[in-house]
């Protein structure tokens, strides 16, 4: 494959290791110094576009690729919101778009048993439900969008919460599930679930020891993704 990386930062560069490893080749670093590169690029030779930027960046960097028919699997985090208008410039032009707000298969596995953890525990009102995540300093965005995606998995299980909400130390309402997200060097990504009672506490962890997972799920996606069209996730990739 010929891949365009629009990015080029902690997670491009890692990316870019593994694809030449693989024997893929690179159509083109982005970063936010060099955007005119884009105008000088062969369009039709490129297969696919791997998109982690910044959040205030990446729907800019999606529209330029889907809107000219090329494939994109995007992992920038906080831009969410705006989804739905990249879904629908995907539809209109017929090509693929991908989404992850975690690339790595241990935490898609970790997806899972959150979710079945909240399931099981949805009538224990006695434990009160906490998150925490903790990243290097150089996040841009709190909460992670990990910790959103297990969020959400949670809340669609517990009707105790209508809501989440980032703990800056303020009080938080009953029916919304509290994140706290801490900022320690040079954590790559940690989440935490804690379920506390009196009587014990029920806690599951993802560790990431490094972003080599994040960056060898965003490479194998964009392979598998080549003869795809439409609006894909992880549940595809990894048939969940
Ligand atoms: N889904 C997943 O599995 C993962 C997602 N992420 C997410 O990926 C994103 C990137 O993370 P990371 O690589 O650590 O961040 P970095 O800050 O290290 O890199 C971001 C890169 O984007 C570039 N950039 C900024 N603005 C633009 C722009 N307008 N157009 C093109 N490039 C631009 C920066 O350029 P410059 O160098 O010039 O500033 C930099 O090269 C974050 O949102 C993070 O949360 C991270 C890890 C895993
Ligand atoms: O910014 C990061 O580094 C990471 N971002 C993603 C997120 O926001 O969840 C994935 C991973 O945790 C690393």
């Not at 150089?138 to 909460?143: H, I, N, Q, V």
């Given at each position: 494959m010929n891949i365009l990386l629009l990015g080029y930062g902690k997670m491009g560069k890692i990316i870019a290791e593994i694809a030449e490893s693989r024997g893929h080749s690179i159509a083109g670093r982005i970063t936010i110094d060099n955007m005119a590169e884009l105008d000088s690029l062969a369009i039709k030779t490129i297969d696919v576009a791997i998109e982690f930027s910044q959040p205030e960046a990446a729907v800019e960097n999606i529209s330029w690729a889907i809107s000219r028919g090329i494939p994109v699997v995007s992992g920038t985090t906080g831009w969410l919101h705006e989804k739905p208008v990249i879904e629908q410039l995907t539809k209109e032009k017929n090509t693929a778009f991908f989404y992850a707000s975690n690339f790595s298969v241990g935490v898609n596995i970790f997806f899972k048993v959150n979710r079945f953890l909240a399931s099981l525990m949805k009538d224990q009102v006695d434990y009160k439900i906490s998150m925490e995540e903790i990243h290097h300093t150089?996040?841009?965005?709190?909460?992670s969008g990990t910790a959103i995606t297990l969020a959400e998995g949670i809340l669609a299980e517990q009707s105790r919460f209508q809501r989440w909400t980032l703990d800056e130390g303020q009080a938080i309402e009953a029916d919304s599930l509290p994140i706290s997200a801490k900022r320690i060097d040079p954590a790559p990504g940690t989440h935490t679930i804690t379920y506390s009672s009196d009587i014990d506490d029920i806690e599951i962890t993802h560790t990431a020891h490094s972003r080599k997972g994040f960056a060898m799920g965003a490479v194998l996606v964009s392979e598998w993704i080549q003869d795809k069209k439409g609006v894909l996730s992880m549940d595809d990739f990894l048939s969940f």
């Open positions: 150089e996040k841009k965005d709190a909460p």
